[in-house]
């Protein structure tokens, strides 16, 4: 319990029941114990286009025999002999993954957050809640990453000291909002301690108007928008009365980064002409937010398909409408 706790709690990951196998000699008539045997002992065979990470071993392995096809023609199959073993295997590139809320900081193009850890010992198991709250938390913390490289961005393209204000003022708003659910988390029984933020050797920024506007509307205007709207629609029907009272101070602070988001996108459209136009439009084409819409419910207690449908009903009501009057101005 404690390992798939804290397995989810880094941030964009999503873990799942599955099967490792190991090869073992045809002579060998039974499987090893599961205690004597570690996780990458195994294999887990799935798409070449996600990472998977097998993490714990649930039960003892089974004996059978599988034919391999080998992918070269006129190469015959084999036999082997393996055992297999109910594991829990984690999916670090899972594109569904993601909060619903907060400006995500990526590295290389991948989301990144600071690890969690557990603090002490719970007086009662927590539960899936818990976990989805300290992971929520983890993820704005993250957003005050995202905030703070964005200010540096801003000074180097010589952006007004407004923007600069309303940049601070958003990362401390992430502080918060981070706090918020981890206080959530240990109310829950999961009590949470932040680690070091994996930030790469060598920081990367968007030092162009065309990138800064592009990466804006991505990380802004889209997510943030729409996680805005998501969490406005969670706190109406939350059941709780803290639960509602925290989603909406989040909500109406999300949204005013979102608008915060648009006037970045504004300023740099009115500094750079043609090109930042041509990105801007490129950038709301391809922008895709796939939120983690069971998280969120489970942290407000509601039915993911009242979000499902704010969802869709914000992109065509806000979001649409926000972008054409944003390109036409």
Known sequence: MLVAILVALPGCTDSFEGKGCMEISAEQSSCASRHDVAPEDLSFEG??????????????????????????PGQPSRTEVVCCYPVTVVDYENVACGG??????????????????????????????????????????????????????????????????????????????AETCWA????????????????????????????????????????ETLGALLLAAAAKAAPETDVRCALEQMASEEAGHAVF?????????????????????????????????RELALRASVDVEILRGALNQGIAEVLRPATIALLAA
């Open 47 to 72: 798409s070449s286009e996600c990472r998977y990470e097998i993490v714990e071993i649930n039960g003892e392995g089974k004996r059978s025999e599988q034919t391999r096809t080998s992918p070269y």
């Open 261 to 293: 988001s648009y006037r970045v996108v504004a300023w740099a459209l009115a500094r750079g002409g043609a090109k930042v136009r041509a990105a801007v439009r490129e950038a709301f084409e391809n922008a895709r937010f796939e939120p983690d819409l």
């Open 100 to 177: 619903t809320a907060g400006r995500p900081y990526y590295d290389g193009g991948v989301p990144r957050s600071a690890p969690l850890q557990q603090r002490g010992t719970a007086a009662f198991a927590p539960g899936l809640r818990a976990v989805a709250w300290a992971q929520a938390g983890a993820g704005e913390h993250a957003s005050v990453a995202s905030f703070s490289r964005l200010v540096l961005e801003l000074m180097a393209l010589g952006a007004p000291t407004a923007l600069l204000s309303e940049a601070h003022q958003a990362a401390l708003d992430e502080i918060r909002h």
């Open 184 to 223: 959530f988390a240990g109310s829950l029984g999961l009590n949470v301690e932040v680690g070091a933020f994996p930030f790469a050797e060598s920081l990367q920024f968007d030092l162009t108007l065309e990138a800064l506007a592009a990466t804006t509307v991505r990380d802004g205007c889209v997510a």
